[in-house]
């Protein structure tokens, strides 16, 4: 299982597109937060792909 955490604040805005094929919309958020390193994270798996993104709390993040 791949992990890729995103770092930022609530001026930051993440667009996933296409980055890891044709349908993002395979993207779920979880319903939990996860906390790394004393800071809090939304967490999204694509579990076809076997990946897990950690985006910290304030990061706007558009599945496009």
Do not use: C, E, P
């Given at each position: 299982?791949?992990?890729?955490?995103?770092?930022?604040?609530?001026?930051?805005?993440?667009?996933?597109?296409?980055?890891?094929?044709?349908?993002?919309?395979?993207w779920v958020?979880?319903?939990?937060?996860?906390?790394?390193d004393g800071?809090?994270?939304?967490?999204?798996?694509?579990?076809?792909?076997?990946?897990?993104?950690?985006?910290?709390?304030?990061?706007?993040?558009?599945?496009?």
């Amino acid at each position: 299982h791949l992990q890729m955490r995103i770092d930022g604040d609530a001026g930051d805005t993440v667009n996933l597109d296409d980055l890891v094929g044709s349908n993002d919309l395979d993207w779920v958020k979880n319903n939990s937060a996860v906390t790394l390193d004393g800071k809090d994270y939304a967490a999204y798996t694509h579990d076809a792909l076997g990946l897990s993104l950690f985006v910290q709390n304030g990061v706007v993040l558009n599945l496009i």
